[in-house]
């Protein structure tokens, strides 16, 4: 099999859509597929696209991606298309389409509604606009009730969720030198967030939230990773109002399981994600960390596997009661039975499969 993958962005440049292509494709090639990647970074085919646009940019990738590829397409037995928004024609015989999230379902500020209304017709029409032969798959079911609601008439979209390197994220013996390392204390009860710092994730209600949850034990700290415009504000934010969080900044990936693997829980407050589970949450699992999110639709595997703890997503007095009440009855030692569960459900080698079986039926059809 001669697999062309078109995504907008690929390990290491990117977060969600890079790392789901890059992991399948390693597992893929393991296979013995030939995977070519193309994306504004390559590595295989680099076709760019306008810097730091949002929606403009992913036009303008797509329409660069159908250009390149109309007399080309005969040498590739699939295209893999990541979120495809191309307003002329596919140029590709057999294709795939994985959509990570939507511009339906993701929330922005009111200020932006106008951006998001844009996306939304974007979206409508480009993805309208494939061929209904072409199968779908998504990493959510929110992300498939956003397509539908959104108007995106597809007979059958299938969900194949995100997944976890189990080897590479997992539980290590060094808790203490890791610590040392970043600055954090040793006794410290550690809650962490991983992630860029944007709106839809809700970082100032984590910081409310904290605040309340900080006042039970002298030893609860908040540990933030990630960047992002909102990180300055945050910083000033938490000044203000003496919560106990340590800012890390922008992390490398390959220092991320070390990081998970000195905390003890895992925080989110994300009114909306469009992995399920986001690939945060599969990291935080497969190193042995109970989540503690807000309940929202992609979350809902944590409450129905036992792998942490759902709060309400907006009255935050009942958030408090519900994580003081978690943490207070916590036994430690489940930390092996969550590392398990991803393990036995997670691990990429598993998603790639569904990804292989998919890929071939449609070769095949």
């Known amino acids: 099999m001669r697999l062309l993958v078109c995504t907008t962005e690929y390990y290491p440049h990117g977060s969600g859509i890079a790392n789901v292509a890059y992991n ?32 403009l940019s992913l036009i303008h990738y797509w329409h660069r991606v159908s250009k390149y590829f109309q007399n080309r397409q005969d040498q590739y037995d699939l295209a893999w298309l990541h979120y495809p928004l191309i307003l002329k024609s596919n140029p590709f015989k057999k294709s795939y389409v994985t959509i990570h999230s939507t511009a339906y379902g993701i929330k922005y500020p009111c200020y932006l509604k106008p951006y998001q209304i844009m996306g939304m017709a974007l979206e409508n029409y480009c993805l309208n606009k494939l061929d209904a032969s072409i199968p779908f798959s998504s990493v959510s079911e929110q992300s498939i009730s956003d397509l539908k609601a959104n108007g995106i008439d597809r007979k059958k979209v299938i969900k194949i969720i995100n997944g976890v390197d189990a080897d590479v994220f997992s539980s290590n013996s060094e808790k203490n030198e890791i610590r040392a390392r970043y600055g954090l204390p040793m006794g410290s009860r550690i809650f962490l967030s991983v992630g860029r710092l944007t709106y839809h994730k809700m970082p100032f209600r984590m910081m409310d939230l904290f605040k309340r949850i900080q006042k039970y034990s002298e ?12 990180l300055p504000e945050l910083e000033a934010y938490a000044r203000k109002n003496d919560v106990r969080v340590k800012f890390l900044g922008y992390v490398r990936s390959e220092e991320l399981p070390e990081i998970y693997s000195c905390s003890d829980f895992f925080f989110m407050t994300s009114k909306y994600e469009g992995g399920e589970p986001t690939l945060t949450v599969a990291e935080a699992l497969a190193s042995g960390l109970p989540c503690i999110a807000s309940r929202i639709p992609n979350f809902k595997l944590i409450e129905e ?21 978690y ?4 036994d430690s030692n489940y930390s092996k039975e969550i590392r398990n569960y991803a393990r036995k459900n997670l691990d990429w080698e598993i998603i790639s499969n569904k990804y292989f079986k998919e890929f071939y039926n449609v070769i095949q059809g």
Not at 312 to 321: C, K, L, M, V
């Open 327 to 330: 943490l207070n009855n916590y």
């Open 24 to 55: 399948v494709v390693q597992q893929l090639e393991k296979k013995g597929v030939e995977c070519i990647v193309c994306s504004p970074t390559g590595p295989d085919i680099k076709i760019e696209a306008i810097p730091r646009c949002g929606r």
């Open 305 to 325: 596997n036992n792998l942490g703890l759902l709060f309400h997503p907006s009255n935050d007095d009942i958030a408090e009661s519900e994580i003081l009440g």
């Open 219 to 230: 030893d609860y700290l908040l540990v933030i990773v990630g960047a992002g415009k909102l």
